[in-house]
């Protein structure tokens, strides 16, 4: 069988057990990696995490690639298929993904291990292009403005009408989420959309009864 016909077969028909040599299981693993390889390269680029994990990145090609030797190996041999579903039955995964993006990356590293094993490269080439688009297109869409939690320490717990006629002066939206009060004062958590952040602060900071002043911003992705 040429190069052609491996590829041929790599990209569209699938492989059956007694057509697995050397040179397909190759051809296989190689166009695995090349897409693992992409999948790398555009979780680099979109990563909005602060903390970016490049263990958790190159494991998505490693997964790619052990995924489809897997798929491979069970096409081949149905002993070792059984063997195979067994051991992987009695194995616990169990590392937190906490990021929604993350785990979406996952199964796609997953998938293009299961689809390339199977001889359906181009299934896997157009999968991920499709998603790249998706993904991309959806990340691009402008966010409404996201709440912030306002925490603020008071002197005086008969002040919270003082407070919220400040905040409803400088914010578009308030919401009291938390309050907590004793003999010195009184502590609220307010979630808001602020119009004029500088503005609330500085009336806040400037009044009789305001002790202390924090933010909680939230990104989109949770509040940070």
């Not at 397909?24 to 897409?35: F, M, Q, V």
């Not at 263990?55 to 041999?77: D, E, H, P, W, Y």
């Not at 991920?128 to 403005?145: D, N």
């Not at 609220?188 to 009864?209: A, G, P, Q, W, Y």
Request: net charge neutral.
């Amino acid at each position: 069988m040429n190069m052609i016909e491996l590829i041929r077969r790599a990209l569209f028909e699938g492989y059956a057990s007694k057509e697995l040599s050397v040179s397909a299981i190759l051809l296989c693993i190689c166009i695995t990696a090349l897409l693992g390889a992409y999948i790398f390269i555009l979780y680099r680029r979109i990563n909005q995490s602060s903390f970016y994990n490049r263990g958790f990145n190159i494991s998505l090609v490693a997964i790619a690639v052990i995924t489809s030797a897997i798929i491979i190996t069970i096409q081949s041999n149905i002993v070792v298929s059984l063997g195979m579903v067994g051991a992987l039955s009695i194995v616990r995964f169990r590392t937190a993904v906490k990021d929604p993006l993350d785990l979406v990356f996952l199964f796609w590293s997953i998938s293009v291990g299961i689809i390339c094993g199977a001889g359906f490269a181009l299934i896997a080439v157009i999968a991920s292009v499709v998603l790249t688009v998706i993904i991309l297109v959806l990340l691009s869409v402008k966010q409404s403005r996201n709440v912030t939690l306002m925490s603020i320490r008071a002197n005086n717990f008969e002040a919270e009408n003082m407070i919220m006629d400040i905040i409803k002066n400088n914010c578009t939206y308030s919401n009291v989420r938390a309050q907590n009060m004793d003999a010195n004062g009184m502590d609220m958590t307010v979630e808001i959309r602020i119009k004029e952040k500088e503005r609330l602060v500085h009336e806040l900071m400037n009044s009789d009864f305001t002790e202390s002043l924090s933010f909680v911003e939230n990104d989109g992705n949770g509040f940070v």
